[in-house]
Every structure is written in structure tokens, then in C-alpha cells.
């Protein structure tokens, strides 16, 4: 059963008198506990489609369908309400907040996410999560500490500790050589598993196909295979 | 509110240089509302330490109390109507001690009242900063103007008027001192003061305001306050605007992980408050601690009730800088963030 459906998605970006169609129609359904990787070259629109399906910027015209609902047709507030506790997100860059710990960006996510875990869960929940992207070692490390690797996998970690739905993973592996990137993208791989995720990526670095169970190709604002 | 603290433990000279910006600014403007209160003190403590009621001027006197003269007729009538009534007089004069040493001073006396100090006749009561000056109970003083002399006969505390210290003489002297019958002014205690046709009526405070100089000197320094309040407030604006410009990418991070934007004001609220909570905790100590050594010649009265009215307003103006600051968070677009490099 497909857990989130973009249907004839457009969007128009207006640049003065031009206006650029980047997105021509796009239709996609992914599946949970599948990898969807987004590949293409640059300009095709396929880290465009990922924030429109992740709700970062409005569709111009076409359907989200997720949970059954129309996200073009939600409140930004109820969008806001999905992105914090149905989606999670990992960035090219970690983007961690960087006044904050390992340990602390997990309970920062769980705080946002307005979790009903007890304190005691949360803690038990954080440790867990720590103990699967191997990074409890490091749980009161600030992010300027990490290596390229050990942020990712705590950006990993941060975006799926209060068990969204569906996690968006634009170009994750992008900062980090081809060792990190791989050991990153099995952590994704096994999490999606596990954890039966749904998991949309953006990549352009066709090494880490392999680590995925869909390959959608875009070009020119359209899906072409 | 843990990751504003975080951010501010994190990030300790930033919060640092604008929480020292803010010690310095209430501090002054402390220490000047200190010093306006002094001269206010100083000016009129005769004047401001009377109970809230009603003053009296003769109608010709154009509001001005030195020009009054009321009527001796209206003054007994007025003083039979309302018992708790007194009419006094202030004029300024000097005084030669017995080593022929001028002391400049300001004449007061009074009709039988308790809101005065009681001289006989050939008799003085003078403010204590005479006494520092060497002026001993039992002296004998004299004035060019008055026939007879003067035996002080004690001292009282912060009597000031026009920035002279203060003297209490009977009122047959002070008549021969200035060849004046009447007196200038009526003064009825209690809020349900008459309305008099004879004579002008003024507040306590408008009557301070017909004082020389006492409105001109507490607009000048009321306003360097107020100058002061208003700077803290854009401080914050612009300190803030200047943080939430370099975490532009935090906010949309923030944003885009779904974090309210009521959390995010609520985060630069809470380093508002308590980096003007300790900023001010500490102008207090100190401004308390410089009335104690403050020098004696030194003018300078900062009472509890003016710290803590200042440190609200500070407070208040804290908050709307912060808060107009914050505006530029509410605009923030989490996909800016996300487009730009690390944070």
C-alpha cells in the first residue's frame, strides 16, 4: 500500500516578467519500509519535488495525498504539525544545532515532535537511538567535535527518534567521502527497515544505488523513468 | 527554554558584551534618577515631605509663589474653616554666624502648625547641614535686616528649599526681616481640599512645578533618563536583530523540523529576561552600594520604589526590542535554511 502519493504535482517559479515551469507534472508513490532514491542531473527539479512533498514550499498546482489527506489543501500550521511529528529530515549539511549535545539535538527532536513518552521513555528512547547510529559514545559531544560521519549519523538519528512516518533525505552522503557515505547510506537502508520507514532521497552519486530499493530519474521537470 | 540557556552557556561573550551593554546603561541611568531625585530633594524637600493636599496662592500672584500675598482677612477666615489649615512663607536670606561667616538660607515660617517646626521669637531652627558647617545649639546668629538676633535652638533633618538649607524662624521676626504683613501661601492637608474663590489652588505636585528652576532642572534630568530607557530598548532591538541575522539557518533548521514560531520568540524572550534580570540585579547592588559612598556634597537620593519602577520599564522596553527583533525570525523560510551550508 503506498503511504504518500504526489499526484500531478507543478510548480512556477515567477523570476520578474519570466516565469520557469521546474516541475511539469510529477507523479510518485512511495512505499513503506522502501528506499526511493531521486537521481538526475542538476535543475532537473528533484530536490524541488522533495521539499514540496516534505512541505517546505507549496505545490503550484497537483495533490500530496498522505495519510489520506491533501497537504496543498492543509493550514501551514497543520503542515507544521505533519513536519514535526510524521516526517523526519536529514540535510546535505547536518544542520545540528550547534550549542547543543549529541544527546540533547535527539531530546530537542522529541521536545519538537511534542512526543507523549514519559521522561523516562524519552531518556530510554534516546539512549536506543544512540546505541543503533553507534554514536552513544559520543552522546555529550557538541556537534564542532564530530567528524563529517559521526554528524550525519546523529542528523540520522535526530530525524527518525520520534518515529515519523516518512524521513527526507536531500543529497545525505553529499559532505562525505565515499567510506562515510556508504556506511552512512546502510545506516539509512537498515533504519528504513526496521523501523518500516518510507524513505525518499535525493542523490546524485549513483554509488549509493545500490543501497536502495527504487531509483525514480528526473530530467527537465518530469519523471522519465 | 533549556535551548535558549544552552545557547547562552554555549555562547557566553556574545550574551556578555550585551548584558554589560545593559549593566552600564541602567546603571547610568540609575545614578542620574539618583541624582534628580537628590536635587529634587534638595530643592524642595520642604515643599515635597508635606502631605498630599492643597496649596493656595493669592489670584494677583500670576501662579507664582514668591509674588503672593494673601489677604490677612481671607487667612483667618480660611484658618477658622478648616482647622488642619497653615499659611506659610519662604524667602531666601543669610545669616551671619558669630565669626561674621554669610550663610545663605531660605526663611520659613508659619502659622501654629504641626506640619513646621514651633520658634518663639528671637529663636531658630535651622537644617542640619549648618551644623556640619560649624553652626553649635546656643549660637547666636544675625541678619542686616532683623534688629535683633537669632539663638539657635536645634537642627532638623534634609529641610532643604531651592537648594539652600532650610530656617525656621517666628513670624514677627520674619516680618521685620522682609516688611510683609502676609503671607504667601495656604496649605489644607487631605484630598478633599475646598475649592477657595479668593485664590489659585494647585496640587502638590503643580505647586513643586511653580517652584524656580525645579521644573526646568527635573525635565533635563527626567529626560536623560527617559533618553537612556528608550537606547536600552533599541539596544536590545538591534543586538538581537544582529544575532537573528547570524542564525538565519539555525531558525529555519529549527523551522523546518517543525518548531513553532511562538517557540522560537518564547527562546529569544527567556534571553531577554535574563540577561536584563542579571544586568539590572547588578546595577541595583552597585547603584545602592554608590548612594552609601557617594560624596556628602553629592545631591543624590535613589529610593527602592524608583529602582524597581526603572527596572519594570527596562524590563517592558527589553521585551518590545526583543520582540521587534524577533519579527524578522517570524519571515524566516526553513527551505533558505536548508540551501545554506553548515550552521
Same mark, same amino acid.
Given at each position: 500500500?503506498?503511504?504518500?502519493?504526489?499526484?500531478?504535482?507543478?510548480?512556477?517559479?515567477?523570476?520578474?516578467?519570466? +516565469? %520557469?515551469?521546474?516541475?511539469?507534472?510529477?507523479?510518485?508513490?512511495? =512505499? &513503506?519500509?522502501?528506499?526511493?532514491? @531521486?537521481? *538526475?542531473?542538476?535543475?532537473?527539479?528533484?530536490?524541488?519535488?522533495?521539499?514540496?512533498?516534505?512541505?517546505?514550499?507549496?505545490?503550484?498546482?497537483?495533490?500530496?495525498?498522505?495519510?489520506?489527506?491533501?497537504?496543498?489543501?492543509?493550514?501551514?500550521?497543520?503542515?507544521?504539525?505533519?513536519?514535526?511529528?510524521?516526517?523526519?529530515?536529514?540535510?546535505?549539511?547536518?544542520?545540528?544545532?550547534?550549542?547543543?549535545?549529541?544527546?540533547?539535538?535527539?531530546?530537542?527532536?522529541?521536545?519538537?515532535?511534542?512526543?507523549?513518552?514519559?521522561?523516562?521513555?524519552?531518556?530510554?528512547?534516546? +539512549? %536506543?537511538?544512540?546505541?543503533?547510529?553507534?554514536?552513544?559514545?559520543? =552522546? &555529550?559531544?557538541?556537534?564542532?567535535? @564530530?567528524? *563529517?560521519?559521526?554528524?550525519?549519523?546523529?542528523?540520522?538519528?535526530?530525524?527518525?527518534?520520534?518515529?515519523?512516518?516518512?524521513?527526507?533525505?536531500?543529497?545525505?552522503?553529499?559532505?562525505?567521502?565515499?567510506?562515510?557515505?556508504?556506511?552512512?547510506?546502510?545506516?539509512?537502508?537498515?533504519?528504513?527497515?526496521?523501523?518500516?520507514?518510507?524513505?525518499?532521497?535525493?542523490?546524485?552519486?549513483?554509488?549509493?544505488?545500490?543501497?536502495?530499493?527504487?531509483?525514480?530519474?528526473?530530467?527537465?521537470?518530469?519523471?522519465?523513468? | 527554554?533549556?535551548?535558549?540557556?544552552?545557547?547562552?552557556?554555549?555562547?557566553?561573550?556574545?550574551?556578555?558584551?550585551?548584558?554589560?551593554?545593559?549593566?552600564?546603561?541602567?546603571?547610568?541611568?540609575?545614578?542620574?534618577?539618583?541624582?534628580?531625585?537628590?536635587?529634587?530633594?534638595?530643592?524642595?524637600?520642604?515643599?515635597?515631605?508635606?502631605?498630599?493636599?492643597?496649596?493656595?496662592?493669592?489670584?494677583?500672584?500670576?501662579?507664582?509663589?514668591?509674588?503672593?500675598?494673601?489677604?490677612?482677612?481671607?487667612?483667618?477666615?480660611?484658618?477658622?474653616?478648616?482647622?488642619?489649615?497653615?499659611?506659610?512663607?519662604?524667602?531666601?536670606?543669610?545669616?551671619?554666624?558669630?565669626?561674621?561667616?554669610?550663610?545663605?538660607?531660605?526663611?520659613?515660617?508659619?502659622?501654629?502648625?504641626?506640619?513646621?517646626?514651633?520658634?518663639?521669637?528671637?529663636?531658630?531652627?535651622?537644617?542640619?547641614?549648618?551644623?556640619?558647617?560649624?553652626?553649635?545649639?546656643?549660637?547666636?546668629?544675625?541678619?542686616?535686616?532683623?534688629?535683633?538676633?537669632?539663638?539657635?535652638?536645634?537642627?532638623?533633618?534634609?529641610?532643604?528649599?531651592?537648594?539652600?538649607?532650610?530656617?525656621?524662624?517666628?513670624?514677627?521676626?520674619?516680618?521685620?526681616?522682609?516688611?510683609?504683613?502676609?503671607?504667601?501661601?495656604?496649605?489644607?492637608?487631605?484630598?478633599?481640599?475646598?475649592?477657595?474663590?479668593?485664590?489659585?489652588?494647585?496640587?502638590?505636585?503643580?505647586?513643586?512645578?511653580?517652584?524656580?528652576?525645579?521644573?526646568?532642572?527635573?525635565?533635563?534630568?527626567?529626560?536623560?533618563?527617559?533618553?537612556?530607557?528608550?537606547?536600552?530598548?533599541?539596544?536590545?532591538?538591534?543586538?538581537?536583530?544582529?544575532?537573528?541575522?547570524?542564525?538565519?539557518?539555525?531558525?529555519?533548521?529549527?523551522?523546518?523540523?517543525?518548531?513553532?514560531?511562538?517557540?522560537?520568540?518564547?527562546?529569544?524572550?527567556?534571553?531577554?529576561?535574563?540577561?536584563?534580570?542579571?544586568?539590572?540585579?547588578?546595577?541595583?547592588?552597585?547603584?545602592?552600594?554608590?548612594?552609601?559612598?557617594?560624596?556628602?556634597?553629592?545631591?543624590?537620593?535613589?529610593?527602592?520604589?524608583?529602582?524597581?519602577?526603572?527596572?519594570?520599564?527596562?524590563?517592558?522596553?527589553?521585551?518590545?526590542?526583543?520582540?521587534?527583533?524577533?519579527?524578522?525570525?517570524?519571515?524566516?523560510?526553513?527551505?533558505?535554511?536548508?540551501?545554506?551550508?553548515?550552521?
Amino acid at each position: 500500500m503506498s503511504a504518500f502519493i504526489i499526484d500531478e504535482v507543478k510548480k512556477t517559479f515567477s523570476n520578474g516578467e519570466v +516565469e %520557469e515551469e521546474i516541475l511539469k507534472g510529477v507523479n510518485l508513490s512511495l =512505499k &513503506e519500509g522502501e528506499i526511493t532514491a @531521486l537521481i *538526475g542531473p542538476s535543475g532537473s527539479g528533484k530536490s524541488t519535488i522533495l521539499t514540496i512533498a516534505a512541505g517546505l514550499q507549496k505545490a503550484s498546482t497537483g495533490e500530496i495525498m498522505f495519510d489520506g489527506k491533501d497537504m496543498t489543501k492543509m493550514s501551514p500550521e497543520e503542515v507544521r504539525h505533519i513536519r514535526a511529528t510524521d516526517f523526519g529530515f536529514v540535510f546535505q549539511s547536518s544542520h545540528l544545532v550547534p550549542f547543543l549535545t549529541v544527546e540533547e539535538q535527539l531530546q530537542l527532536m522529541l521536545d519538537v515532535s511534542e512526543t507523549k513518552m514519559s521522561k523516562k521513555e524519552q531518556t530510554n528512547a534516546i +539512549e %536506543e537511538m544512540l546505541k543503533l547510529v553507534e554514536m552513544e559514545h559520543r =552522546k &555529550e559531544s557538541y556537534p564542532s567535535s @564530530l567528524s *563529517g560521519g559521526e554528524r550525519q549519523r546523529v542528523a540520522i538519528a535526530r530525524a527518525i527518534i520520534h518515529r515519523p512516518k516518512i524521513l527526507f533525505a536531500d543529497e545525505p552522503t553529499a559532505s562525505l567521502d565515499t567510506k562515510r557515505s556508504k556506511g552512512v547510506m546502510e545506516l539509512l537502508q537498515e533504519l528504513t527497515r526496521t523501523l518500516k520507514l518510507t524513505t525518499l532521497m535525493v542523490t546524485h552519486d549513483e554509488e549509493m544505488l545500490p543501497y536502495v530499493d527504487r531509483v525514480i530519474t528526473m530530467r527537465d521537470g518530469y519523471i522519465v523513468e | 527554554m533549556k535551548i535558549a540557556w544552552k545557547e547562552m552557556k554555549k555562547n557566553k561573550t556574545r550574551f556578555l558584551i550585551l548584558g554589560s551593554i545593559i549593566f552600564l546603561v541602567s546603571f547610568l541611568t540609575f545614578i542620574i534618577s539618583g541624582l534628580a531625585n537628590g536635587l529634587s530633594q534638595d530643592n524642595a524637600a520642604l515643599i515635597k515631605d508635606l502631605p498630599q493636599g492643597q496649596f493656595y496662592l493669592d489670584k494677583d500672584a500670576d501662579k507664582t509663589y514668591n509674588l503672593s500675598k494673601i489677604d490677612e482677612g481671607v487667612q483667618q477666615q480660611i484658618l477658622i474653616d478648616h482647622p488642619e489649615a497653615t499659611a506659610f512663607s519662604v524667602q531666601m536670606g543669610f545669616v551671619n554666624d558669630e565669626d561674621d561667616k554669610q550663610h545663605s538660607l531660605a526663611f520659613v515660617t508659619s502659622t501654629d502648625s504641626a506640619l513646621f517646626e514651633k520658634v518663639k521669637e528671637g529663636e531658630i531652627v535651622l537644617d542640619r547641614s549648618l551644623q556640619e558647617d560649624g553652626i553649635q545649639v546656643g549660637d547666636v546668629l544675625t541678619n542686616n535686616q532683623f534688629s535683633g538676633e537669632f539663638i539657635v535652638k536645634g537642627f532638623v533633618d534634609q529641610q532643604k528649599y531651592s537648594h539652600a538649607p532650610v530656617a525656621f524662624i517666628d513670624m514677627t521676626n520674619y516680618q521685620e526681616i522682609y516688611r510683609v504683613m502676609e503671607m504667601q501661601t495656604i496649605f489644607i492637608p487631605g484630598k478633599d481640599a475646598p475649592t477657595l474663590s479668593a485664590l489659585d489652588s494647585f496640587s502638590n505636585k503643580e505647586f513643586l512645578n511653580a517652584i524656580p528652576s525645579y521644573n526646568a532642572e527635573q525635565m533635563s534630568l527626567n529626560m536623560i533618563v527617559w533618553f537612556l530607557v528608550i537606547i536600552s530598548g533599541m539596544l536590545f532591538a538591534i543586538f538581537f536583530y544582529m544575532m537573528n541575522v547570524q542564525k538565519i539557518g539555525l531558525y529555519g533548521i529549527l523551522k523546518a523540523i517543525g518548531m513553532k514560531t511562538i517557540s522560537l520568540f518564547k527562546m529569544i524572550w527567556y534571553q531577554m529576561l535574563v540577561i536584563t534580570a542579571i544586568s539590572l540585579a547588578l546595577s541595583i547592588a552597585l547603584s545602592q552600594a554608590f548612594s552609601l559612598i557617594a560624596p556628602e556634597g553629592m545631591p543624590f537620593h535613589l529610593t527602592m520604589d524608583t529602582v524597581l519602577m526603572l527596572s519594570a520599564v527596562f524590563m517592558v522596553v527589553g521585551f518590545i526590542g526583543a520582540t521587534i527583533s524577533g519579527f524578522q525570525v517570524k519571515n524566516i523560510e526553513p527551505l533558505q535554511a536548508i540551501q545554506q551550508g553548515e550552521m
